[in-house]
């Protein structure tokens, strides 16, 4: 059973749009949510973090809103390139452990 | 710093074969894990590692999939025997331990078992 689940499964975006990915847990263990870029080819990579302490964290262009009551959090991409067409898939951690469960990613297009 | 080091890149096999696939992890990390990649069922984790030694297994599939780490610097992830099913990109990932959650990618091994 999926343990974090995500959506859309995929996303077209117009170039300086906005792109939201979401995504939504049950376990109310988990005490860490990364978002992981991939690109054709290429491992996972970490893009930004956040720890439920918080509602909203912003690096640049990216941001993580996250609603610990709902269970839910959210990837918004600000001002959407070409150069941001990726895969991303989001992630939890449960409180004391090391292990990550993914999300089933998002295939981001943006169109020039 | 080289980053996670897997090999080979690309792997192609005949069914019943045995492959194995090779992880370096970045040199510091605790942690090693094993996932594999699918458009069907997306990122699996496999098997993971704590300063050597298989914390959860309970990704690998089946018995014909193993998973060993000898040191610090040194990861194996063997398939006997290998059936088409089983194809897929498989990757290595470590991370510096518990208290940092940030797992680093090495680049995958693209299985495809024929």
């Known amino acids: 059973q999926q343990q974090v689940k995500q959506s859309p499964q995929s996303l077209i975006v117009q170039k300086g749009g906005i792109s939201i990915i979401n995504c939504a847990y049950e376990?109310?263990?988990?005490?860490?949510f990364p978002w992981y870029q991939q690109f054709p080819g290429k491992g996972p990579a970490l893009l930004i973090a956040i720890r439920p302490d918080v509602s909203e964290k912003k690096e640049g262009r990216f941001t993580i809103s996250f609603n610990k009551s709902a269970k839910q959090f959210s990837l918004h991409i600000m001002d959407s390139q070409p150069g941001d067409s990726a895969t991303y898939f989001c992630?939890?951690?449960?409180?004391?452990?090391?292990?990550?469960?993914f999300g089933t990613g998002t295939r981001l297009t943006v169109i020039p | 710093d080289a980053g996670v080091i897997q090999s080979p890149r690309h792997e192609v096999t005949e069914m019943g074969q045995e492959v194995t696939l090779r992880c370096k992890p970045i040199s510091g990390h605790n942690s090693l894990f094993w996932y594999r990649q699918t458009m069907m069922r997306g990122l699996e984790l496999l098997i993971y590692?704590?300063?050597?030694?298989?914390?959860?297994d309970s990704g690998m599939p089946e018995d014909r999939f193993s998973a060993k780490m000898p040191n610090a610097s040194f990861s194996t992830l063997k398939i006997q025997p290998s059936e088409p099913r089983d194809s897929a990109v498989y990757f290595c990932a470590s991370s510096p331990g518990q208290t940092r959650g940030e797992q680093f990618f090495g680049p995958g091994t693209r299985l495809t078992v024929l």
């Open positions: 992630a939890a951690r449960g409180s004391g452990a090391n292990n990550l469960f």
């Open positions: 590692f704590n300063n050597n030694v298989p914390i959860d």
């Open positions: 376990n109310t263990a988990f005490d860490y």
